[in-house]
């Protein structure tokens, strides 16, 4: 048997199975049609193929086949004396170049023909001299299965087959072997394929056991690798630019919610959009592909920009409820302790000050509960920081002045507050106080350390505005610098 290519039409991954189209050749030799009275080679009609022994040949990966009959059903058999008869189909009615010249001279009657072929005579369509063979070409075009292995898709490398076998006809009865060894198979070094190139092929010729017996069986093995050009400028570029795209918004200011949050969604759903396509284009495996491992890890780092401003978002304006309530709380729990502090210090100033008169000076119900209004004027600010309102100690006369302002008038100036009520400051303390005096204002600093202490603590647990600049800027260096070394590996391990 021979075989010349003349293409390969298609190779499908979703289906598993590729289509050719070839001339092919079988020879055989039939003592029965052995003649000796002419020296020349008989080109018979393909109406002759149905009276003439045939071997009953198939291909055993066939899914679908069809001879091709324009204009006529094109089969040829050529016919040699010694009985060797050479079977094939061929896409159209092949003549050689001596049919194609001959002449009234190179044709013989069927009163010339051989008695074995006298009965044929219809079938005899030209003759011609050659080598004592008969030929009979044919063109077939075959659909056959190749099982794939897309691990490495679309990276890989395939290894299709084309299996021929004798269907009933046993090695006791036929025996198949490859006519010109190596260069049985012609036509390879021509075929252009858009997505393949042919790396080698291989002939095989071998016997399969079955139960009914011992079968010849011919094997053409043909390597393929597949052209990464096209899925390099179709989905791995596209792929890498919406992944660094997506980076972009690592630079816009993170209180523009909309445009992070647009700019983050549209890079997901077209990462989502060239996934779908690509599983469409191939059938359903199991197993994970080259090109799903690209694209997945293309889609995380898409999703964790999209997700790195949601982390922004949520430290800059709160870390919800759950936060704020425990703020809350800590807020009460220092504007209580400083309320009973404050509370605690004005019974202990009023019980060693002096009244002083009612329609100069306030009493001290009045001017505790002033006093007590203006400490509890304490807030939380837009990013979650504790405001504690300093009391204005110029304006407002505070209960150790009250205590420290028995004295001399002569030795005190006058002093308003927001009312207009005129009271005396001392410049100096008497001796009998000025011991009480030391001890408060040392309480009260004291007092005050604690609860900048305090207040220190909570604004150091709550993230400030230049903790979301240090995240932008962070990110705009690791998601880089990680992208590229997914890159490496993988194109390492792959085309390695």
Known sequence: MSINIASIDSISEVNMDYTITMYFQQSWRDKRLAYGELNLNLTLDNRVADQLWLPDTYFLNDKKSFLHGV??????????????????????TRRTPADARSSGAGEVRAT?????????????????????????????????????DLRRYPLDEQNCTLEIESYGYTTD???????GGDNAVTGVDKLELPQFSIVDIRLVSREVRFTTGSYPRLSLSFRIKRNIGYFILQTYMPSILITILSWVSFWINYDASAARVALGVTTVLTMTTINTHLRETLPKIPYVKAIDVYLMGCFVFVFLALLEYAFVN?????????????????????????TRYEEKRLREQDSISVPFQTNTFRSF?????????????????????????????NNEVMPSDVGSSI??????????????VQFRKPMAPRDGYSHHSLDRSAMRSRANCRLRRRSSKLKLKIPNLSDVSTIDKWSRVIFPITFGFFNLVYWLYYVN
């Open 71 to 92: 204009t006529v059903k094109n089969r040829m058999i050529r016919l040699h004396p010694d009985g060797t008869v050479l079977y094939g189909l061929s896409c159209s």
């Open 112 to 148: 010339d023909l051989p008695s074995p072929l006298r009965r044929l005579d219809a079938g005899v369509k030209r003759m011609s001299v050659k080598n004592g063979r008969v030929n009979h070409f044919y063109i077939i075009t075959t659909t056959a299965a190749c099982m794939m």
């Open 173 to 179: 009865d036929i025996v198949f072997f490859w006519q």
């Open 314 to 338: 949520y430290v800059f304006f709160g870390r919800g409820p759950a936060q704020q309530k425990k703020i809350n709380e800590r807020l009460n729990k220092v504007n209580n302790e400083r």
């Open 365 to 393: 119900t009045q001017r505790r509960n002033l006093y007590l209004e203006e400490q509890r004027k304490v807030g939380v600010d837009a990013y979650g920081n504790i405001l504690l309102t300093p009391l204005d100690m």
């Open 407 to 420: 004295g001399d008038s002569r030795n005190s100036v006058m002093s308003f507050d927001s009312s207009g």
